[in-house]
């Protein structure tokens, strides 16, 4: 199995599938990742030489953020909107969808939480 940035990746899969478990690449990003390296899309992970997945290495670090990274960024933005007190960030911080889908319908588990029943009695003999 190869692994990059602390991820491994299925080594029977396609490389242009394969680079999708990393966080932060999809299939676009992957198929542009591969161009730039010089390698075929459809050629598996096993049968990538040390060569090519170093090139592969070497492209994502250079142009891409991922995995530990992006989490973070992310994380951040979300805290930096909760803390503006922005429409978003409260929306974030009581825990509702943010981009405006609808509520009315859908969304039930998310708007209501599961409480805790007080005093419940046990059902007697």
Known sequence: MARISGVEIPSK????????????IGKS?????LKKAFIDPNK?????????????VRVIADGYKIEGDLRT???L???RLMDNGSYRGRRHRVGLKVRGQNTRNSGKMI?????PVANKKKAGK
């Not at 990003?29 to 990742?33: E, H, K, L, Q, V």
């Not at 708007?111 to 409480?115: A, D, P, Y």
């Open 111 to 115: 708007k209501s939480k599961s409480r």
């Open 73 to 75: 960024e992310v994380r």
């Open 29 to 33: 990003s992957s198929s542009a990742i």
């Open 77 to 79: 933005n979300i805290k």
């Open 44 to 56: 598996k992970i096993m049968d990538l030489s040390p060569e090519e997945m170093s090139k592969i």
């Open 13 to 24: 899969k396609r490389s242009i599938i394969g680079l999708t478990y990393l966080y932060g």
